[in-house]
């Protein structure tokens, strides 16, 4: 069975940093593309970043340039977003999620970030 | 890159058919074939229905379906059934990164 696990979730202060992890279960992780999906509250869902088999190819939107890097450890079966100068506005649930051609088949639970003082 | 346009709501009687739609632009819903169409229930991660446009992962009823014309995508449920209601969301691929659509909530009456 398929499972994605978010975990690193929590508060956190204006302009503060947060890692958050992703472990993958029950497939070869080093043969898919994996993503970064948030969801505000309330809200709908944004594509935060894409990172393919071995790490060498990223993408990101625009409003977390800069600021969020996504990363893999393919030994350890688990995806990153490390997420710096976090804002009150990056509030959401983040979920990562794995491919299937070129949608998003597997999510994981999500895990909450809140940025507030 | 901005959002794909969706229905704020729509809705139907059990056993009848809603379509919702999905407006871009030739650089994303136009420009390819890899339309995609995920149910979201509260409190729940999306659930991915409908890929490539129009093919069904395992395990989805057949009462799902996608198509598209020009710039816009369309889901379709036939067969309207209570479990259905929920929000469904749009996303296309364009060149890396996607963007998904503003979100539509179904309404089974």
């Known amino acids: 069975e398929v499972q994605l696990v978010e975990s690193g979730g929590g508060l956190v202060q204006p302009g503060g940093s947060l890692r958050l992890s992703c472990a993958a279960s029950g497939f070869t992780f080093s043969s898919y593309w994996m993503s970064w999906v948030r969801q505000a509250p309330g809200k709908g869902l944004e594509w935060l970043a894409n990172?393919?088999?071995?790490?060498?190819?990223?993408y990101d939107v625009v409003s977390v340039k800069g600021r969020f890097t996504i990363s893999r450890d393919n030994a350890q079966n688990s995806l990153y977003l490390q997420m710096n100068s976090l804002r009150a506005e990056d509030t959401a649930v983040y979920f990562c999620?794995?491919?299937?051609?070129?949608?998003?088949?597997?999510w994981g639970q999500g895990t909450l970030v809140t940025v507030s003082s | 890159q901005s959002a794909l346009t969706q229905p704020r709501s729509v809705s139907g009687s059990p056993g009848q058919s809603v379509a919702i739609s999905c407006t871009g632009t030739?650089?994303?819903?136009?420009?390819?074939?890899?339309v995609s169409w995920y149910q979201q229930h509260p409190g729940k991660a999306p659930k991915l229905m409908i890929y490539?446009?129009?093919k069904r992962p395992s395990g989805v009823p057949d009462r799902f379906s996608g198509s598209k014309s020009g710039n816009t995508a369309s889901l379709t449920i036939s067969g309207l059934q209570a479990e259905d209601e929920a929000d469904y969301y749009c996303?296309?691929?364009?060149?890396?990164?996607?963007?998904f659509g503003t979100g539509t909530k179904v309404t089974v009456l």
């Open positions: 490539d446009l129009n």
């Open positions: 996303c296309s691929y364009a060149g890396n990164p996607y963007v």
């Open positions: 999620a794995r491919f299937l051609s070129f949608a998003l088949i597997y």
């Open positions: 990172i393919n088999q071995d790490g060498s190819e990223k």
């Open positions: 030739s650089s994303d819903v136009g420009g390819y074939n890899y």
